[in-house]
């Protein structure tokens, strides 16, 4: 068996947004994967393509033409049923805007995500514990959105993200909204996260240091990819020079 098989394969694929009369192209004849465990970033000039690219990883949208497969099957012939079922199963998110539910509190953020897979309310209250505890926010589970800072919302969202035990993590800018500590901290969890679980991650980012976390970046630029780079994989200690402690289970 292939010891690194393909989480994300796109072959040429294209996207298209019609305008009025127009076709506008979005994506253009884009052919790539992700191995299981990779941790890839996506760069590129604003209006690149990256976060509809992103959007198509995560089964939220289909390509125009060309192919795009999950864990090696092929879903661009999916109904919306089926990509709402493979979006549950096996793709977490995080977003740039935290996206939580702000009427709900830490804990309860994290353990809705399970209740669309019919997770008993035990396990699910506990495993969002669990996964509180491995974002280091124990103590904030009874906080709503409002109550926590941008890096605890975007460490809740990851926690929320991993509910599922997804194939897969999707971050579309991660760090956009937070200031360096936080999203140095956030960075860190992120990164944990791919060294102690070997977490597949595909992060956009605009921010060559962040960009440097991950093992490899594709600099995408009018739809197309442009070239790819080697990054170090590795993290940075955060500005109070504390890395988050990421050992529980
Ligand atoms: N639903 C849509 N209908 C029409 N055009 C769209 C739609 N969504 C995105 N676009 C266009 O597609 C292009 C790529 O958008 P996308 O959001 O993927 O860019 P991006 O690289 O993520 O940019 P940014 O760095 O600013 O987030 C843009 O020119 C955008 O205006
Ligand atoms: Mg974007």
Known sequence: MDQ?????SFENVTKAYSLGDRQLAVLKDMTFSIKKGEFVSVMGPSGSGKSTLLQ???CLDQPSSGKVFIDGVDVSTFNSEQLAEIRSNKIGFVFQAFNLLP?????QNVEIAMSINEVPKQERMEKAKRLLKLVDLSERETH???????GEKQRVAVARALANNPSFLLADEPTGNLDSKSGTDVMNLIHDLWKTKQTTIVMVTHEPVVAQYSQRAIHIRDGMIESEEKMRGAGFASSAGKKIDLKLK
């Open 4 to 8: 690194n098989p393909k989480v994300i």
């Open 56 to 58: 198509l990883m995560g």
């Open 103 to 107: 009427n709900l509190t830490a804990l």
């Open 144 to 150: 709503v959105p409002s109550e926590l800072s941008g």
